[in-house]
């Protein structure tokens, strides 16, 4: 069991092994992230290897406070950098121009960096105490359901990770939404946890990426991402289960009459977005658990966190080849 309590003790032994070169994985707000140090493409290598990651994904580097940005990013102009100050710390990860420190391999040879200042105090504190740079993608293999407690870090991932700081329960429960800032318009690369109108209050009207197959700019990109083990399928809400399959159902709050099912995961009874983002994954890996034959997912309305919810759910339905 790799799982340590967020001590002052162990923060500051988890920094030292950052400092060393090594896997930590930690709680933000958004996700469990699986850190190394940003600087060091041999630590960060081992990201890669232990998520079976394809180095053309690029990773996230998190810094602890705007006052290290201009150690990971470069040309960031002064209305850019107005800008971030009302999004950080919290769930909004920026594509910038990168500086040349940063090594080619988490940026999968790109010239821009994807960065963000996390907002859980847990993540600070770590990347104070290391006073380095961290590249944190989320801590699973990669393209399977992001762990939203230090447990399921320890059953994805095991001993491939030298510690897991227990943060407890994350808040969000989804990742980050990615913006890129180096085009004239912003542009969100990825739903997360600001939502569009969020990031339009603040940055005015902004451009949508899409889902792509190679070679993305930034995580979460893929076509194909956050999926179960066990096959899942989107129902709209007139559809029914097929009753013949062993079923789990994923649903915001309760089931059309004439539905049976024995595995039920309600994640928000009161139908609210942010509920149902901070229960979406954990649900899904208790469904996941049970080995059934196929995970139905009710749609969701697309406004506010309804269209990351979405997001996710569409490219967990997408199942990844290996």
């Known amino acids: 069991m790799a799982i340590f309590e967020a001590t002052e003790e162990n923060i500051s ?58 150690t990971v990013a470069k040309d960031v102009s002064e209305e850019v ?29 790109l010239d821009t960096v994807a960065v963000r200042i996390p907002g859980h105090p847990l993540a600070l ?3 104070k105490a290391a006073n380095t740079p961290i590249a944190a993608p989320s801590a699973n293999p990669f393209g399977y359901l992001s762990p939203t ?20 329960e994350c808040d969000c429960g989804l990742e980050s939404t990615i913006v ?40 979460g990109q893929l076509a194909s991402h956050y999926s179960p083990e066990t096959k899942l399928v989107i129902l709209s809400k007139e559809q029914k289960p097929d009753a013949s399959l062993n ?10 009459e004439g539905i049976e099912c024995k595995y039920i995961e309600r994640i928000s009874p009161s139908g609210n977005a942010k509920e149902a983002a901070h229960n979406l994954f954990s649900a ?17 309305s697309e406004e506010g966190l309804g269209s990351a919810i979405m997001d996710r759910l569409r490219k967990a339905a997408v199942k990844m080849k290996k």
């Open 284 to 300: 899904l890996h208790r469904l996941d658990q049970l080995k059934l034959d196929i995970i139905y997912a009710y749609e969701f």
């Open 149 to 168: 407690t230090a447990q399921h870090v320890d059953r994805q991932l095991g001993p491939k990770v030298q510690m897991i700081l227990d943060g407890g």
């Open 81 to 109: 950098l107005n800008k971030l100050k009302q999004f950080w710390p919290g769930p909004l990860t920026a594509v910038l121009k990168k500086q040349s420190c940063i090594p080619d391999s988490i940026t999968a040879n």
């Open 247 to 256: 079923f789990g159902i994923l649903t915001h709050s309760g089931l059309n």
């Open 125 to 127: 504190s770590l990347l």
């Open 180 to 219: 890129n800032f180096t085009s004239d318009t912003p542009e969100i690369l990825r739903h997360g946890g600001y939502t569009r109108k969020d990031i339009e209050k603040i940055c005015g009207p902004v451009n949508l990426g899409k889902a792509i197959l190679e070679q993305p700019l930034a995580p």
């Open 13 to 70: 032994k988890a920094a030292d092994l950052i400092q060393a070169g090594e896997l930590v994985s930690f709680a933000t707000e958004t996700v469990y992230g699986l850190g190394a140090n940003a600087l060091s493409s041999e630590a960060c290598e081992k990201i890669f290897i232990a998520k079976e990651r394809p180095h053309y994904d690029p990773l996230i580097v998190h810094i602890a406070s705007l006052d290290q940005l201009p």
